[in-house]
Every structure is written in C-alpha cells, then in structure tokens.
T-cell receptor, first 117, second 113 residues
Framework: GAVVSQHPSWVICKSGTSVKIECRSL??????MFWYRQFPKQSLMLMAT?????????EQGVEKDKFLINHASLTLSTLTVTSAHPEDSSFYIC?????????????FGPGTRLTVL | DAKTTQPNSMESNEEEPVHLPCNHS???????IHWYRQLPSQGPEYVIH???SNVNNRMASLAIAEDRKSSTLILHRATLRDAAVYYC??????????????FGPGTRLSVLP
C-alpha cells in the first residue's frame, strides 16, 4: 500500500529556533498533502492543505508566517515551524491523497513529535 | 461534511469481539463512511470504508444500518495491538481528492489481557 514517511520522528529544540519537518510519499505521487497538529489527549486538527507547485491553504487561526509549508515536488512537502515556542510543542502529522479517487483514501505519516524547551 | 458521534471510550477483553458504534444521522446519500485508527504516538491508519453495503477486510468488518444513519466497526477478535483511538469519518464521494478528513474525538478502545 501507499507509504508516507516523516522526518524527523521527534525533535527537541530551544525556544526561538526554527524546525523543518519533511513529509514524503514513498511509492506514489501526491498532488495534495495535508498537515495536522495534535495536542495531547486531543484529536487531529488540520493546519493547512499543501498542493504541489502552489501556495498552501491555511486553516483559520493558523499563522502562515509561522508555519511555512513548501510542496516543491509530488513526493515531498515540508513544514517549517519558525521561531518555535513551547506552545508549539505538539505532534505534527502529514497525510497524502492517492488521487483522484472516488473514496478519497488518505495515507498518514507516522508523525513528528516536536518539543520546544 | 456531516458530523459523527462516537462513545468516548470502550473496553474489551482480549480475543473477544468488539463493536464500535458511530452515529451519523445527518449523513447524505453520497457520503462514504470511513474508519481510521490511531495507535499511541503514531499517525492514523486506514481500517475500512463503505457506502451502503456491509464490508469486510482482513482488519475488520463494517456494518452499515439500512438507513445509513449509523454504522458499527467490528473487530472480530481484539488483540492488545488493537488498543487505539478509532475515528469514524464521513466523506462525500463528490469531494475531489484535495479535501481533508475532519477528525472528531473518536473512541478510545482499551483491550484488557
């Protein structure tokens, strides 16, 4: 089946630094990738939709200048958390669609746990 | 997307069947019913999906009510590895592939040895 990877799987950084998270579709081309954030004991919340070759679409309340998304190829999307602060500590998950598909199955990455000290 | 409601948590004994309910009373005729699960510290994993008929795969079975206002995910023999949060999600078949999934709180399944 389709596989999505994320790198790194976890990262610890100091407050004020920037962190880049990669999301790759390993065996398929993903025109659209999604970035989610999940706080402890909560469900996944969509942050942005990333389309290859175009600007990402951010959900309300998500700062586009703080969470930079680049979808440079059909197999790679990156999320950069700029000037990270402790409140940005979370589990970041990407997903990709194998489409177009009549039932829109999505494949999720394993997630990246970010801890900001 | 139409909303779904699920119990917050459920418990099961190992090697016994588990029935996870999902209510979706406002489902439209073109909504597919998807189930994903999320193991601790992992991304969500596809379990099963269906439209009208009951569905079976190697992981689970999906029983869909005749009026489609509810569905039940059935794990035939729960194992400790099935302990996870299970999400029931509706997606319109007319949505293009560029649409995200909307996750509710899901059902946290505990499996007791």
């Amino acid at each position: 089946g389709a596989v999505v990877s994320q790198h790194p799987s976890w990262v610890i950084c100091k407050s004020g630094t920037s962190v880049k998270i990669e999301c790759r579709s390993l065996d398929f081309q993903a025109t659209t990738m999604f970035w989610y954030r999940q706080f402890p004991k909560q469900s996944l919340m969509l942050m942005a939709t990333s389309n290859e070759g175009s600007k990402a679409t951010y959900e309300q309340g998500v700062e586009k200048d703080k969470f930079l998304i680049n979808h440079a190829s059909l197999t790679l999307s990156t999320l950069t958390v700029t000037s990270a602060h402790p409140e940005d500590s979370s589990f970041y998950i990407c997903s990709a669609t194998v489409g177009p598909s009549s039932y829109n199955e999505q494949f999720f990455g394993p997630g990246t746990r970010l801890t900001v000290l | 997307d139409a909303k779904t409601t699920q119990p917050n948590s459920m418990e099961s004994n190992e090697e016994e069947p588990v029935h996870l309910p999902c209510n979706h009373s406002t489902i439209s005729g073109t909504d597919y019913i998807h189930w994903y699960r999320q193991l601790p510290s992992q991304g969500p994993e596809y379990v099963i999906h269906g439209l009208t008929s009951n569905v079976n795969n190697r992981m689970a079975s999906l029983a869909i009510a005749e009026d489609r206002k509810s569905s039940t995910l059935i794990l035939h023999r729960a194992t400790l590895r099935d302990a996870a949060v299970y999400y029931c999600i509706l997606r319109d078949v007319g949505d293009n592939y560029g649409q995200n999934f909307v996750f509710g709180p899901g059902t946290r399944l505990s499996v007791l040895p």
